[in-house]
Protein backbone atom coordinates (compact mmCIF):
# COMPACT_ATOMS: atom_id res chain seq x y z
CA UNK A 1 0.00 0.00 0.00
CA UNK A 2 1.03 3.56 -0.82
CA UNK A 3 1.70 5.63 2.07
CA UNK A 4 0.43 9.14 2.26
CA UNK A 5 1.46 11.93 4.66
CA UNK A 6 -1.19 14.90 5.11
CA UNK A 7 -0.48 18.26 6.70
CA UNK A 8 -2.53 20.64 7.43
CA UNK A 9 -2.99 22.60 10.64
CA UNK A 10 -6.82 22.70 10.32
CA UNK A 11 -7.67 19.77 12.42
CA UNK A 12 -11.42 18.69 10.74
CA UNK A 13 -10.16 19.09 7.18
CA UNK A 14 -6.55 17.08 8.15
CA UNK A 15 -8.51 14.33 9.57
CA UNK A 16 -11.50 14.13 6.73
CA UNK A 17 -8.72 13.42 4.54
CA UNK A 18 -6.69 10.88 6.21
CA UNK A 19 -10.44 8.81 6.81
CA UNK A 20 -10.75 9.01 2.91
CA UNK A 21 -7.90 7.68 1.98
CA UNK A 22 -7.68 5.24 4.82
CA UNK A 23 -10.71 4.05 3.65
CA UNK A 24 -9.07 3.92 0.26
CA UNK A 25 -6.58 1.71 1.18
CA UNK A 26 -3.60 4.29 1.73
CA UNK A 27 -1.37 4.01 5.02
CA UNK A 28 -1.86 7.49 5.82
CA UNK A 29 -0.37 9.82 8.87
CA UNK A 30 -1.45 13.52 9.68
CA UNK A 31 0.66 16.55 10.86
CA UNK A 32 0.19 19.85 12.47
CA UNK A 33 1.94 21.77 11.06
CA UNK A 34 5.53 21.97 8.33
CA UNK A 35 7.95 21.59 11.23
CA UNK A 36 6.20 18.56 12.61
CA UNK A 37 5.31 17.30 8.85
CA UNK A 38 8.86 17.77 7.86
CA UNK A 39 10.22 15.39 11.17
CA UNK A 40 7.10 12.41 10.25
CA UNK A 41 9.03 12.97 6.40
CA UNK A 42 11.96 11.33 7.96
CA UNK A 43 10.05 8.99 9.91
CA UNK A 44 6.78 7.83 7.93
CA UNK A 45 8.48 7.57 4.21
CA UNK A 46 5.58 8.77 2.38
CA UNK A 47 5.10 7.55 -1.33
CA UNK A 48 2.92 11.32 -1.52
CA UNK A 49 2.79 14.22 0.80
CA UNK A 50 -0.40 16.84 0.58
CA UNK A 51 0.53 19.73 2.11
CA UNK A 52 -1.34 22.94 2.57
CA UNK A 53 0.20 26.42 2.15
CA UNK A 54 -0.52 28.47 4.58
CA UNK A 55 0.08 27.34 8.25
CA UNK A 56 2.17 28.55 11.57
CA UNK A 57 5.78 27.91 11.99
CA UNK A 58 6.58 26.57 8.50
CA UNK A 59 4.39 27.30 5.72
CA UNK A 60 4.00 24.92 2.60
CA UNK A 61 6.29 26.29 0.44
CA UNK A 62 8.79 26.41 3.37
CA UNK A 63 8.43 22.52 3.41
CA UNK A 64 9.07 21.95 -0.14
CA UNK A 65 12.15 23.84 0.22
CA UNK A 66 13.23 21.82 2.71
CA UNK A 67 12.58 18.67 1.36
CA UNK A 68 14.25 19.93 -2.43
CA UNK A 69 17.26 19.99 -0.22
CA UNK A 70 17.46 16.86 0.74
CA UNK A 71 18.55 14.20 -1.44
CA UNK A 72 16.42 11.94 0.43
CA UNK A 73 13.29 13.67 0.36
CA UNK A 74 13.84 15.68 -2.78
CA UNK A 75 11.66 13.17 -5.06
CA UNK A 76 8.51 12.32 -3.09
CA UNK A 77 5.42 12.97 -4.76
CA UNK A 78 3.92 16.50 -3.33
CA UNK A 79 0.50 18.38 -3.72
CA UNK A 80 -0.04 21.90 -2.30
CA UNK A 81 -3.94 22.30 -0.85
CA UNK A 82 -4.73 25.87 -0.79
CA UNK A 83 -7.71 28.27 -0.22
CA UNK A 84 -5.94 30.90 -2.62
CA UNK A 85 -6.16 29.96 -6.42
CA UNK A 86 -4.24 32.88 -7.99
CA UNK A 87 -1.97 32.37 -10.89
CA UNK A 88 0.98 33.74 -9.32
CA UNK A 89 0.63 31.13 -6.19
CA UNK A 90 0.28 28.65 -8.77
CA UNK A 91 3.30 29.52 -10.46
CA UNK A 92 5.16 29.88 -7.03
CA UNK A 93 4.73 26.48 -6.10
CA UNK A 94 5.47 25.21 -9.58
CA UNK A 95 8.73 26.75 -9.44
CA UNK A 96 9.37 24.79 -6.07
CA UNK A 97 8.62 21.64 -8.06
CA UNK A 98 5.40 21.03 -6.55
CA UNK A 99 3.38 17.63 -8.38
CA UNK A 100 0.14 19.45 -8.49
CA UNK A 101 -1.88 22.10 -6.78
CA UNK A 102 -5.50 21.49 -5.29
CA UNK A 103 -7.97 24.49 -4.25
CA UNK A 104 -10.14 24.26 -0.94
CA UNK A 105 -12.85 23.32 -0.11
CA UNK A 106 -11.58 20.14 -1.89
CA UNK A 107 -14.02 17.94 -3.67
CA UNK A 108 -13.13 13.83 -3.17
CA UNK A 109 -13.09 12.91 -6.81
CA UNK A 110 -10.39 16.08 -7.73
CA UNK A 111 -8.39 14.76 -5.00
CA UNK A 112 -8.62 10.88 -5.57
CA UNK A 113 -7.78 11.43 -9.23
CA UNK A 114 -5.06 13.58 -8.76
CA UNK A 115 -3.58 11.03 -6.10
CA UNK A 116 -3.97 8.48 -8.66
CA UNK A 117 -2.12 10.13 -11.57
CA UNK A 118 0.65 11.36 -9.43
CA UNK A 119 1.50 7.32 -7.85
CA UNK A 120 1.30 6.04 -11.25
CA UNK A 121 4.00 8.62 -12.34
CA UNK A 122 6.03 7.75 -9.05
CA UNK A 123 5.58 4.09 -9.87
CA UNK A 124 7.57 4.46 -12.87
CA UNK A 125 10.70 6.62 -11.25
CA UNK A 126 12.81 3.51 -10.99
CA UNK A 127 12.51 2.26 -14.54
CA UNK A 128 13.07 5.78 -15.67
CA UNK A 129 16.64 5.49 -13.31
CA UNK A 130 16.94 2.19 -15.15
CA UNK A 131 16.82 3.33 -18.41
CA UNK A 132 19.40 5.62 -17.47
CA UNK A 133 21.70 3.01 -16.99
CA UNK A 134 22.61 2.21 -20.37
CA UNK A 135 25.02 -0.88 -21.23
CA UNK A 136 26.55 1.00 -24.07
CA UNK A 137 28.05 3.93 -22.16
CA UNK A 138 32.43 3.81 -21.14
CA UNK A 139 30.84 4.96 -17.52
CA UNK A 140 28.52 4.06 -15.15
CA UNK A 141 25.32 6.28 -14.40
CA UNK A 142 25.07 7.38 -10.05
CA UNK A 143 21.63 7.17 -9.66
CA UNK A 144 19.80 8.49 -6.35
CA UNK A 145 16.62 6.45 -4.57
CA UNK A 146 14.04 7.45 -2.09
CA UNK A 147 14.52 5.80 1.40
CA UNK A 148 11.41 3.64 0.25
CA UNK A 149 13.47 2.50 -3.04
CA UNK A 150 16.18 1.62 -1.24
CA UNK A 151 14.40 -0.71 1.30
CA UNK A 152 12.81 -2.13 -1.47
CA UNK A 153 16.14 -3.07 -2.57
CA UNK A 154 17.44 -4.16 0.75
CA UNK A 155 14.57 -6.39 0.48
CA UNK A 156 14.72 -7.98 -2.75
CA UNK A 157 18.54 -8.53 -2.20
CA UNK A 158 18.31 -10.11 1.05
CA UNK A 159 16.94 -13.06 -0.72
CA UNK A 160 13.41 -12.53 0.99
CA UNK A 161 10.55 -14.40 -0.59
CA UNK A 162 7.47 -12.42 -2.21
CA UNK A 163 5.76 -13.43 0.61
CA UNK A 164 7.96 -11.79 3.06
CA UNK A 165 8.44 -9.03 0.60
CA UNK A 166 4.88 -8.00 0.49
CA UNK A 167 4.33 -8.64 4.52
CA UNK A 168 7.29 -6.05 4.78
CA UNK A 169 6.05 -3.46 2.58
CA UNK A 170 2.26 -3.78 3.01
CA UNK A 171 1.93 -4.42 -0.39
CA UNK A 172 -0.45 -7.25 -2.42
CA UNK A 173 1.88 -9.95 -3.90
CA UNK A 174 1.26 -8.94 -6.86
CA UNK A 175 3.06 -5.85 -6.62
CA UNK A 176 5.91 -7.11 -4.53
CA UNK A 177 6.85 -9.33 -7.70
CA UNK A 178 6.69 -6.15 -9.99
CA UNK A 179 9.11 -4.60 -7.13
CA UNK A 180 10.91 -7.69 -7.81
CA UNK A 181 11.61 -8.04 -11.57
CA UNK A 182 12.42 -3.98 -10.93
CA UNK A 183 15.20 -4.91 -8.52
CA UNK A 184 16.66 -7.33 -10.08
CA UNK A 185 17.04 -6.09 -13.43
CA UNK A 186 18.29 -2.72 -11.61
CA UNK A 187 21.12 -5.22 -10.04
CA UNK A 188 21.52 -6.42 -13.81
CA UNK A 189 22.41 -3.16 -15.19
CA UNK A 190 24.52 -1.70 -12.16
CA UNK A 191 26.43 -5.02 -12.60
CA UNK A 192 26.76 -4.52 -16.36
CA UNK A 193 27.90 -0.58 -15.73
CA UNK A 194 30.49 -1.82 -12.92
CA UNK A 195 32.03 -4.22 -15.26
CA UNK A 196 32.30 -1.89 -18.20
CA UNK A 197 34.05 0.86 -16.27
CA UNK A 198 36.52 -1.28 -14.61
CA UNK A 199 39.57 -1.96 -16.26
CA UNK A 200 39.93 -5.01 -18.68
CA UNK A 201 40.66 -8.34 -16.83
CA UNK A 202 41.65 -11.62 -19.07
CA UNK A 203 39.15 -13.74 -18.34
CA UNK A 204 40.21 -17.31 -17.20
CA UNK A 205 39.61 -20.11 -20.13
CA UNK A 206 36.08 -21.83 -20.58
CA UNK A 207 37.86 -25.02 -19.28
CA UNK A 208 38.55 -23.25 -15.80
CA UNK A 209 34.81 -22.02 -15.89
CA UNK A 210 33.71 -25.40 -16.29
CA UNK A 211 35.85 -26.68 -13.11
CA UNK A 212 34.67 -23.73 -11.18
CA UNK A 213 30.90 -24.21 -10.94
CA UNK A 214 30.47 -28.06 -12.17
CA UNK A 215 32.02 -28.94 -9.01
CA UNK A 216 30.15 -26.75 -6.78
CA UNK A 217 26.75 -26.51 -8.95
CA UNK A 218 24.10 -29.30 -9.75
CA UNK A 219 22.57 -28.71 -13.41
CA UNK A 220 19.46 -27.01 -12.04
CA UNK A 221 21.04 -25.19 -10.08
CA UNK A 222 23.53 -23.81 -13.18
CA UNK A 223 19.95 -23.37 -14.80
CA UNK A 224 18.28 -21.25 -12.01
CA UNK A 225 21.15 -18.93 -11.47
CA UNK A 226 21.44 -18.05 -15.17
CA UNK A 227 17.75 -16.88 -15.37
CA UNK A 228 18.39 -15.19 -12.11
CA UNK A 229 21.54 -13.31 -13.45
CA UNK A 230 19.83 -12.80 -16.90
CA UNK A 231 16.86 -10.66 -14.91
CA UNK A 232 13.74 -13.13 -14.83
CA UNK A 233 11.49 -12.97 -11.69
CA UNK A 234 10.76 -15.68 -9.73
CA UNK A 235 7.30 -16.49 -11.26
CA UNK A 236 8.81 -16.45 -14.77
CA UNK A 237 11.77 -18.91 -13.98
CA UNK A 238 8.93 -20.93 -12.56
CA UNK A 239 6.97 -20.95 -15.19
CA UNK A 240 9.91 -21.28 -18.11
CA UNK A 241 11.14 -24.55 -15.60
CA UNK A 242 7.39 -26.00 -15.39
CA UNK A 243 8.30 -25.90 -11.60
CA UNK A 244 6.37 -23.78 -8.71
CA UNK A 245 7.48 -20.75 -7.10
CA UNK A 246 8.14 -22.18 -3.63
CA UNK A 247 10.84 -24.35 -5.82
CA UNK A 248 12.52 -21.67 -7.47
CA UNK A 249 12.92 -20.08 -3.97
CA UNK A 250 14.34 -23.23 -2.11
CA UNK A 251 17.47 -23.67 -5.22
CA UNK A 252 17.99 -19.83 -5.38
CA UNK A 253 18.71 -20.48 -1.24
CA UNK A 254 20.31 -23.11 -1.89
CA UNK A 255 22.56 -21.45 -4.28
CA UNK A 256 23.28 -18.31 -1.57
CA UNK A 257 24.04 -21.21 0.71
CA UNK A 258 25.75 -23.31 -1.13
CA UNK A 259 28.11 -20.16 -3.17
CA UNK A 260 28.04 -18.10 0.16
CA UNK A 261 26.83 -15.28 -1.48
CA UNK A 262 24.22 -13.28 0.55
CA UNK A 263 22.33 -10.57 -2.56
CA UNK A 264 20.66 -10.81 -5.85
CA UNK A 265 23.89 -9.11 -6.92
CA UNK A 266 26.21 -11.36 -6.05
CA UNK A 267 24.88 -13.92 -7.69
CA UNK A 268 25.05 -12.17 -11.59
CA UNK A 269 28.75 -11.48 -10.40
CA UNK A 270 29.36 -14.83 -9.69
CA UNK A 271 27.42 -15.64 -13.34
CA UNK A 272 29.76 -13.51 -14.86
CA UNK A 273 32.55 -14.59 -13.89
CA UNK A 274 32.02 -18.21 -14.96
CA UNK A 275 31.06 -17.15 -17.46
CA UNK A 276 27.33 -18.53 -17.31
CA UNK A 277 26.30 -15.08 -18.78
CA UNK A 278 28.29 -11.91 -20.34
CA UNK A 279 28.09 -8.43 -21.13
CA UNK A 280 26.19 -8.85 -24.31
CA UNK A 281 22.87 -10.35 -22.51
Do not use: W
Not at 86 to 108: C, F, H, V, W
Not at 124 to 150: A, C
Not at 213 to 240: F, S, Y
Not at 262 to 274: K, M, Q, S, V
Amino acid sequence: MQRILVIDDDDELRSDVIDILKFKGFITQGAINGKIGLQAVKDFHPDLILCDVDMPDLNGYEVLEALNQDPDFQDITFIFLTGASSMENLRKGMNLGADDYLTKPLQIDDLLKAIATRLKKNETQIHRKVKKLTPEGKTSERIRLTPRQNRIVKLVNQGMSLTEIANSLEVSLDAAEILEDIVIRLNHRLELNTQLDQPQIQEPNQENHHVIHEEKLTPRQLEILRLVANGMTTKEIAETLFISVKTVETHRGQLMERLHIHDLAGLIRYALRIGLINLED
